[in-house]
């Protein structure tokens, strides 16, 4: 039975905080703020990169030990100083706070781990082994990233926009799930194609997708 639930957290103006200021911890930070989440960061020096993203107001920095009241607010906690006394602090107060943990290196200390992730655009493919091996689940997810070409994120968008398109015309719950698969389907059927040919392979789906139903009916939603 796996020990972790699969989750992708939407951390979009949230308050995360990052305790250690190695190249792990940037690595964390960056993470976190591509995805848009509120960082704080809370060490006495800095990587080259994290000085140059405090310095382009990216993040805020408090540059001291970690303090309990860095805590407040936080939806994340993420402990990287290396030092396992330290990190277990953090961790143990952070639960205190009922914060969600992540303790780099110490899955037993974790409420979450990071996942080794391949990102095309909006697709993501998290590949996690619960701890057991990260070296494992890099070597997995690089085994991953031939089979996914770099316009991917290209592809998922155009398959979400014709996936609306598609489901506003269809006049049932069936016809909306068919009209999906048909479109995913489709979209997979030449990963080797540009992406100029798969829009119009999508595009051609879309319109056909809910065939029989035709468009929809006056004063109903679909």
Known sequence: MPDYFPAFLNLRGRRCLVVGGGPVAERKVRDLLACGAAVTLVSPSLTDGLAALVAEGRLRHRARPFRRSDLAGCALVIAATGRPGVDSVVAREARRRRALV?????????????????????????????????????????????????????????????????????????????????????????????????????????????????????????
Do not use: H, W
Request: charged share 30%; hydrophobic share 35%; net charge positive.
């Open 102 to 222: 992540n303790v780099v290196d110490r899955p037993q200390q974790c409420d979450v781990i990071m996942p080794s992730v391949l990102r095309r655009g909006e697709l993501q493919i998290a590949v996690s082994t619960g701890g057991r091996s990260p070296a494992l689940a890099r070597e997995i997810r690089r085994r991953l990233e031939p089979l996914f070409a770099p316009d991917y994120g290209d592809v998922i968008e155009e398959v979400g926009r014709q996936r609306r398109r598609a489901r506003g015309r269809a006049t049932s719950v069936t016809a909306r799930l068919e009209a999906g698969e048909r479109l995913a389907q489709r979209a997979l059927a030449a990963p080797s194609a540009n992406l100029k040919g798969r829009r119009a392979r999508l595009e051609e789906v879309a319109t056909t997708a809910c065939g029989r139903d035709g468009p929809p009916r006056p004063g109903r939603t679909p």
